[in-house]
């Protein structure tokens, strides 16, 4: 069974900081793109970060950029999103998500990605 399980998530005080992880099983992750994206209360699903199947890339919303760091350790088919300087606005379900493998379209649309994760909660209290 294909799967991504996030963990990491937790309530943490404004400026404060967390590390996301998301274990992948059941194939191998190493050739997709992963992305994080995120869903606040009565708001839409929003894309946060993805990194390229490579590592070589890495894409960011404007709201975390120079905030957030998103990375990857193949070997342990896990993704890493590594969130300073949290903001209550940053409050949300976080979702882990990965594509097909060799996927080379744009890494920001939910569309892109065909597994996700179940979500793991981040609250940021102010």
């Known amino acids: 069974q294909v799967q991504l399980v996030e963990s990491g998530g937790g309530l943490v005080q404004a400026g404060g900081s967390l590390r996301l992880a998301c274990a992948a099983s059941?194939?191998?992750?190493?050739?997709?793109?992963m992305g994080w994206f995120r869903q606040a209360p009565e708001k839409e699903r929003e894309f946060v970060s993805a990194?390229?199947?490579?590592?070589?890339?890495?894409y960011y919303a404007d709201s975390v950029k120079g905030r957030f760091t998103i990375s990857r350790d193949n070997a342990k088919n896990t993704v890493y999103l590594q969130m300073n300087s949290l903001k209550a606005e940053d409050t949300a379900v976080y979702y882990c998500?990965?594509?097909?493998?060799?996927?080379?379209?744009?890494?920001?649309?939910?569309?892109?990605?065909?597994?996700w994760g179940q979500g793991t909660q981040v609250t940021v209290s102010s």
């Open positions: 998500a990965a594509t097909r493998e060799y996927y080379t379209g744009t890494k920001n649309s939910i569309s892109a990605y065909d597994t």
């Open positions: 059941g194939r191998s992750f190493s050739r997709s793109a």
């Open positions: 990194v390229t199947w490579s590592g070589n890339y890495t």
